[in-house]
């Protein structure tokens, strides 16, 4: 049994691991995605928008700090850390805002160590950041927004903040269509 849980553990480090920038509460709703992002990178994706509701944590080794972040003028990377907590057993995990808090500006996550330890700003604190590369819409069309136009992604933004759907976008992204 622990045979298999390294092997599992080893196949989820090894996988590519994705932040997701929900606009839906509850990791629901179309999102803007960091695809394969490293540990203590912060993934900000607000153009458009007011922040996101949620952040959804995939493909993240077993135990994995995870964490969301609202922007703060004192220019850290990610901002001032809010939510917090880790992938458990698991692989995935979903962080909502505290109550009455705002949204997220963005979401880190960093492999955990033998040790147990409270998850903290510390542990969290981001060494680089990187923008969304794709948005999907709340139907799962993705788009790749890396060499699109910036107005284009902010158009887009839009567009999945509001749950549009492929049937209901412009020509004009089908050449950014994922094929997956």
């Not at 907590?85 to 995990?93: C, D």
């Not at 060494?127 to 927004?145: E, H, I, P, R």
């Not at 699109?148 to 839009?158: A, C, K, N, Q, R």
Request: net charge neutral; hydrophobic share 35%.
């Amino acid at each position: 049994m622990r045979f298999l849980t390294i092997i599992m553990s080893l196949t989820a480090a090894a996988s590519a691991a994705d932040i997701r920038l929900r606009f839906e509460g509850g990791c629901k709703g179309g999102f803007a995605v960091c695809s394969n992002i490293a540990a203590r990178t912060c993934c900000n994706g607000e153009r458009g928008t007011q922040g996101t509701p949620s952040l959804g944590f995939v493909n993240m080794p077993h135990n994995a700090a995870v964490g969301g972040w609202q922007a703060t003028r004192n220019g850290q990377i990610c901002g001032a850390l809010v939510a917090s907590g880790n992938t458990g057993n698991g692989n995935n995990a979903c962080l909502n805002p505290p109550a009455g808090g705002s949204r997220f500006a963005g979401g880190t996550w960093n492999p955990s160590s033998k040790k147990r330890y409270a998850v903290n700003e510390d542990i969290l604190e981001c060494t680089n950041s990187q923008v969304a590369d794709a948005l999907v819409l709340a139907d799962g069309k993705k788009y790749n927004v890396k060499g699109m136009e910036e107005g284009l992604v902010t158009e887009l933004y839009t567009m999945v903040w509001n749950g549009t759907v492929k049937e209901d976008v412009p020509e004009v992204y089908a050449t950014f269509e994922a094929l997956e």
